[in-house]
């Protein structure tokens, strides 16, 4: 019990310090009135739509909820091997734990946004000072953000654990009663982690949704065809734009990984619980250890983040970067002492090398996904400065040659993958231990998912930096050109860190999910003891099982496209607006000429954002929960005397060769936004003529090699905002509905 | 033997009636002078071309087929279950047969280029004739492509077989022994598959890179900047671009199809081989009845598609679509119906009805993917429609659109795979034969390969009447528009079989891909017969499996990305080339005024092409061939005493999550290419402001609404003319590497 002590005493010092972090945030200045009301004008945005978000949120959860409820007491039969005494019980704790994860992802977003709105114009405020001043203001709020989802996840799951423990009388002190108890609380509350990763996919598809109708709507009209720059505040899109920025990048990226933290959590405790079983001579008398080990390791991964944060700061000539990767390596390499040490305590002197060593594994691979990343995005290397070349022949070879860089850059992080996941299994297998290579990769995703906390700090940076940006700009930014130079490094700095923190999230991704299908598998079999069967393989050569596979590849492109598609309808909407509102004014040498002091009607653009996002980001949302539920209960049918087992054979396909799918997708629609998007502000730094090309006689005209690389961003920003991170959560929700639906697949 | 003279007369005649329609089109009338000297231009590109990349070709060949003999008879050791009897043996058979495979597959190419070259002359002469006189010519010149890539590649696989047979003394007349022996021989005739597949890989790479590389040129230079019509003999590219319909359309689609049709029927005759022996008191003491039925099968759709090809005519009021799908109904049905006389006579009458029914499986199969297709690519339905919409707000929407259409349509294509694959494995099931489910989903691939001859000739229709077409515009075009007319209709009825019989490849693909990797667990178990292990299940939760599938998907992703990559290099050439040769030009209101009879320099653009195309299809195709082979023999380390398979299972693995991906990634480029493609020319038929908007003044500007979709559509045609087409092939020839390879993989 020592140990869940520490654990909930961790998490909630990790709150704590977050609240810190809030009162830190909340005293800095607010600027000047100017850019109060702008930021009010977000702050009312962001509040509005996500009050709503979460309203249809709500709906879908508790309907979801019932039917978990009624399937788990009505529909499916006790059986023997349940890990409750009834049905009743078993739904019960089930749908608790449901109820319980969705409100908790949905405070994490809330929070995660809440901060953001309000560090936005104090580091816009900031950057009046200093840039240490803004950069400070800006990870601190982000990192309110990072500990609070974080802390949250763990002492949720925590939690979760410790009432199911006592409630079922673990503190009496019956030793074997306790373990074969203990074993069997995660598959009580792996509701927790559908409820969380179920709201998380809707929060990020449809913040997703938002953010890039809207980017695409006022990039569009305002850069294209007004030719005025980004963030300018005669764009009637502009707030719509800083809005979608909190809800999207903030909410959306909030409570993805508050889900992935949580679900992975109790997978690596099912896989613990497992290998403690197969091993209880070898681990001693204490199966809680062994099982806490994954949260022990969480939570000192809280503490080395906290140190992170505290120690970045800069003196204004240095690359911001560089303060912030200070701060990123000191929270990884604490975290990987931490990490050392838990596996000492937890799992013995025999053992805690070959574990310690597969931590360290998911670290490099984590750090490798970030270099590839950085090599297929970055305008310093060969890939992006091919696209803006291609874009010398107009859009088209822009595009050809993006989706071909997108496509590409798959190949580096597949090898990677492969060889963490054959690495660190082999290693499992060398500490010694029975079954212990499966657990081998679990340990290397916590050991990936360490520095988490930091890493959402740096990610929610972002979109902090990005919005004080564009209130500087729709602000001081004319009269004083200076503080706008200072955010403009700033923000520069947070386009690097998100997509640095995309390519972390999904190596985080991919090696998760091999631990939530092992995790499965494990599930599977606990349940159907009473059959004599084991899911020990999954065998796509049968026919139910490769279609299965089938399907789940199938999911990924369709979810995709429902993803994009949503970004371009509500985008025309946004569109048509704008010109409409632009249609009226007086033009010259086909450049909009604006009258003095001219004000758009931003609230048009908010609305119709916020109303087409809300209904676009049903249809992805459901298509995901209803294909994994329906190819379950259809598999099912073909269940034979000796293939008792095959309706959770065809899910576990579903489920490994969607995130195989969903993974190489995720690669390809994020990398190759992000490249189009720099291939874009390579020739905007003046590469390949710059932005406008200058004649003879001094005019200046738009410059065509420009306009076919904004097409090309354009077309990546769906791709790498909004598909993309929602298939992150995709595959990661689809583990979560597996785990808690498998019961009823068998 | 009865059953195998009749494949060996079937095929000859098969390949008697191919001679005739070539003595048939060559009588026909070739026209004007000036249309022969295009023709004339067309013939030498095509042919230089097809000559280099045959050298190419030959050279890598040839270097795979020593390492094939080397890996068999050196470094593999002769095993106890080989199917013959010292190592070197099976290193001759192999290797011979692989290199036989490749050398038809090359003669498959040429043969149906040779004629397509000069069927479009006379189908263009034809045109001022009749629409039903250029139809049969274009019909029957297909014909001739269709027939003899089918009769070619059975006689071939049924020549190799007798050779093989009365070598090892099939002849002798002992049941017992003849059994045994006839069952190993297409594991000893597995090279001409692969043989044949690595050439149709090159040349489907090749000529697909080059096809599209000249017209992605000749498109963006031609129509949007210079505002000339397509075909235009004004244009450097177009005689490039005639060119390329018949490398890539004809000769890449000949040597697909040839390979396709000789890699199922080895893998059929290996199933066929399995069935009898779990069943040979059942089935009847004839193990050649069996092995040769899908032969028999694929022998009676030559008859079908010879008598399908002679009933098409039309009178020129009828839409010649309806023409073109008589044939192939009664083709259809006449496959259909030889296929149940085949079934009765070589399955038995307790048993035929399941197979048939199969069979009929296939062919719904076949014809689901068809409607499919016309639904996401036609633009009397939504999807395109929402494409040209999406237009009007510029290019980056109409792409974000496209990519969203094509990301979607492949749910329908993949519920209809699984149900087709589920369907036919119950009904095999349903016979009561033992393990005769596999067999099943065998037999549906036959049932839809049934008509293949018929459909390739449907396909070479299109890049005919293609020519046919641009042979008018160049040279009687201006003065008889009538005629133009004609072949307009045509065309346009060819850009529709074209899309369609790609529909129907990506079908064949995917029930195939399920024959040939059920071949490959049969064949490995074969061969690992002496250490007691069967390969029986593929279990994908195994890190190494899941590696494998995951390289499998990589591979998809990477290889699309190589061929995707190449036309855009290649065509940015053929772009700087066409600008150099306008520069000089006067212009006019931003448009070219081109001199009286100006005539530019063809050459320049072919050679460029040319060279391209051979440098850049290397890539890809290596690609394809090194990373099944490394996969195998990395995998292999991680054999241990209880996984002594581990090699192999990794590599059914990257078989099977490799088909899966390349057959969604080739729907969503075919359909998304073609979605783009329509959209454009549904607004050039007028919708949306049609191709140019008139003004007050009545001076006429472009549309930029139509130069929107125009982008669209450039992305589109490497997405589907190279990429797309290149990944059928691709699917197909990891079935054929891996089978031949297996044995270094134990």
């Known amino acids: ?59 879908i959860a508790a309907g979801v909820a019932c039917l978990i409820f009624i399937g788990y007491a ?59 001043e803004a950069l400070r203001i800006a990870l601190r709020g982000g990192a309110v953000s990072g500990l609070f989802v974080v802390a949250m996840s763990l002492l949720g799951v925590a939690g979760l654990f410790a009432i199911v423990y006592a409630v079922k009388g673990g503190l009496s002190g019956n030793a074997q009663a306790t373990t074969e108890m203990a074993s069997k609380i995660p598959l009580m509350i792996v509701g927790y982690g559908f409820g969380a990763s179920l709201v998380a996919l809707f929060a990020q598809v449809g913040g997703g949704i938002y953010t890039k109708a809207a980017d695409v709507g006022a990039d569009l009209v305002g850069k294209v065809e007004a030719g005025i720059p980004e963030d300018d505040p005669r764009n009637p899109a ?35 619980a497992a ?47 560089h303060a912030l990767n200070r701060g990123y390596y000191a929270t990884a390499i604490l975290a990987a002492a931490g990490f050392g040490g838990a596996s000492y305590w937890l799992l013995g002197k025999d053992y805690w090398q070959y574990f310690f060593a597969c931590g360290l594994v998911g670290i490099a691979t984590s750090l490798a996904f970030v270099f590839i990343t950085q090599y297929y995005t970055e305008y310093r290397f060969q890939p992006v400065k091919d696209i803006a070349n291609a874009s010398v022949a107009g859009p088209a070879t822009n595009i050809i040659q993006g989706v071909a860089v997108g496509l590409e850059c798959v190949w580096m992080p597949s090898l990677v993958m492969g060889a963490a996941i054959i690495g660190s299994y082999e290693l499992g297998k060398a500490s010694g231990l029975a079954d212990a290579g499966l657990f081998g990769t679990a340990v290397a995703t916590m050991g990936m998912l360490g520095p988490a906390g930091y890493v959402l700090a740096m990610d929610t940076f972002g979109p902090i930096t990005d919005n004080a940006g564009g209130i500087v700009e729709m602000t001081v930014g004319q009269d004083q050109p200076e503080v706008r130079e200072k955010t403009d490094k700033l923000d520069s700095v947070g386009n690097t860190t998100k997509a640095l923190t995309k390519g972390y999230a999904v190596g985080s991704a991919a090696l998760a999910a091999f631990l939530l299908f092992s995790a499965y598998m494990k599930e599977v079999t606990e349940y159907s003891k009473a059959t004599g069967y084991k899911l020990e393989s999954v065998d796509i050569s049968k026919p139910a099982v490769f279609v299965g ?136 730094s003046g590469a390949l003529g710059g932005k406008y090309l200058t004649a003879g006689d001094g005019t200046k005209t738009k410059n065509p090699t420009h306009g076919a690389a904004v097409v090309g961003d354009t077309v990546g920003d769906p791709f790498k905002d909004t598909a993309g991170p929602s298939l992150h959560v995709l595959i990661k929700m689809l583990s979560t509905i597996t785990l808690v639906l498998a019961p009823l697949f068998l």
Chains 1, 2 share one sequence.
Request: glycine fraction near 10%.
């Open 74 to 132: 009505f529909v499916r039969q006790h059986a023997e091997h349940d890990p409750t005494n009834t049905a009743l019980e078993l739904a019960g704790w089930t749908t608790l734990s449901f109820v319980f994860g969705a409100a908790c992802s949905v405070a994490a977003g809330y929070v995660g946004m809440w901060v953001s709105i309000r560090a936005n114009v104090r580091a816009a405020a900031g950057a009046r000072t200093s840039v240490n």
């Open 238 to 272: 502009v707030i719509a734009d800083l809005v979608g920025d909190n809800v999207g990048d903030c909410a959306g990226r909030g409570a993805d990984l508050f889900e992935s933290t949580a679900a992975e959590n109790i997978g690596a405790m099912i896989l613990a």
């Open 549 to 684: 596979g089938l399907l789940g590849a199938m999911l990924v492109f369709w979810f995709s496209a429902l993803c994009i598609k949503a970004v371009g309808k509500a985008a025309q909407k946004v569109i048509e607006e704008v010109r409409r509102q632009f249609r009226e004014l007086p033009r010259e040498n086909q450049m909009i000429k604006f009258p003095e002091g001219y004000k758009p009607d931003y609230g048009t653009c908010v609305d119709i954002v916020t109303k087409d996002a809300l209904r676009q980001m049903v249809a992805p949302g459901l298509l995901a929960v209803c294909v994994p539920i329906g190819a379950g209960l259809l598999l099912r049918l073909f269940k034979t005397a000796e293939d008792p087992l095959i309706g959770t054979e065809g899910v576990a396909a579903l489920l490994m060769v969607g995130t195989i799918g969903g993974i190489l997708m995720a690669l390809f629609l994020n990398n190759a936004g992000g490249a189009w998007d720099n291939a874009k502000k390579y020739i905007e």
């Open 1 to 59: 019990m020592n140990e869940l002590g520490l654990i909930l005493a961790i998490s909630l010092l990790g709150l704590a310090f977050a609240g810190y972090l809030i009162k830190w945030v909340l005293a800095r200045d607010t600027g000047t009135p100017a850019m109060r009301e702008v930021s009010d004008a977000i702050k009312s945005g962001a509040e509005a739509f996500l009050r709503r978000q979460n309203r249809t949120i709500g709906t």
């Open 275 to 321: 290998l403690y079983k197969d091993n209880a001579t070898s681990l001693g008398p204490n199966i809680l250890g062994v099982m806490l080990f994954p949260l022990i390791a969480r939570a000192f991964g809280i503490i080395a983040s906290i140190v992170g944060v505290m120690v970045v700061k800069t003196d204004g000539k240095e690359d911001p970067m």
